[in-house]
């Protein structure tokens, strides 16, 4: 049993200044890893999080980088590979949720999306892959809404986690020679400024477990799935729900 099962390493994370992606930001670093997360807005909460790491003895940075712009997004990820000599681990976890009806949501809508929930998956792992060698890993958060959308209005949202599922099955066929594996994490309702109180209401009677995620759930296997433990684990979806697809 390793300790810091991490050390040693980097790993480049998008979206790490709240909610799942700044628990898996902490995770990884508690674990010995160097981390450097994107953020767009909460560049507050971001220097926070860098601050509590550093003070707990990890090491963290923030850069600013949004995924809808994926030149920009590559580049953040070629700058920080450059910077630490070296990538171990991505996590593609900055997503946007969005709720409608067929009828109201705009096209415009599904592309801006799918430009942050697919595409950036696409071209952030065509960059990382460039920098990973073997023993590489690529953990990006899905959704269980990829299996089963569940209410009316999530098409696009749950198309866009369905895309991710596959993606993730086709990058493990492409980079498991190398010695890369590519897995994809759904977790079910987290406790997260993306669920508003009604949502917590709708969903908490179907949930056997009879409360919601807290983000570190989620974390803590995006961290296995990233140590020396997991590595013949592989195109695998795993789902952190408190027994919601039960
Ligand atoms: P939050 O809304 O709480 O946080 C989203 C994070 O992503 C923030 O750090 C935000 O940064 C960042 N982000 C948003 N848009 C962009 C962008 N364009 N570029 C870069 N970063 C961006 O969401 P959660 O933590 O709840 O969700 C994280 C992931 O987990 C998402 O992929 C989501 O789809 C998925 N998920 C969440 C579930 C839940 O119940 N909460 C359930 C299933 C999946 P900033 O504020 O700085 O812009």
Do not use: W
Not at 79 to 90: E, M, S, T, Y
Request: net charge negative; charged share 20%; no cysteine.
């Amino acid at each position: 049993m390793h300790v810091r099962p991490l050390e040693g390493k980097t790993a480049f994370v998008t979206g790490g200044s709240r909610g799942i992606g700044a628990a898996i930001v902490r995770g990884l670093a508690l674990q010995g890893a160097t981390v450097t997360f994107t953020y767009v807005a909460a560049g507050g909460a971001a220097d926070a999080l860098v601050d509590d790491i550093r003070l707990a003895g990890g090491h963290a940075e923030a850069v600013r980088a949004d995924s809808a712009d994926a030149e920009g997004l590559a580049q953040a990820i070629d700058v920080a590979a450059a910077a630490h000599g070296r990538l171990d681990i991505l996590v593609n976890n900055a997503g946007v949720i969005t709720h409608g009806p067929v009828d109201d949501l705009p096209v415009e809508e599904f592309d801006r999306v799918f430009a942050i929930n697919v595409r950036a998956v696409y071209a952030g792992t065509r960059a990382a892959a460039k920098h990973m060698g073997e023993g590489g890993s690529v953990i990006t958060v899905g959704s269980i809404v990829a299996d089963r959308s569940g209410f009316p209005g999530t098409a696009i949202y749950s198309a866009s986690k369905g895309a991710i599922k596959s993606m993730t099955r086709g990058f493990a066929r492409d980079l498991g020679p190398r010695g890369i594996t590519v897995n994809n994490v759904q977790p079910g309702p987290i406790a997260t400024d993306m669920n508003p109180a009604y949502v917590e209401e709708l969903v908490l009677p179907l949930i056997p477990l009879g409360r919601m995620g807290r983000a570190e759930e989620v974390a803590a296997l995006v961290a296995h799935l990233a140590g020396p433990e997991a590595r013949f684990t592989t195109g695998a979806s795993f789902t952190v729900d408190g027994g919601f697809m039960s």
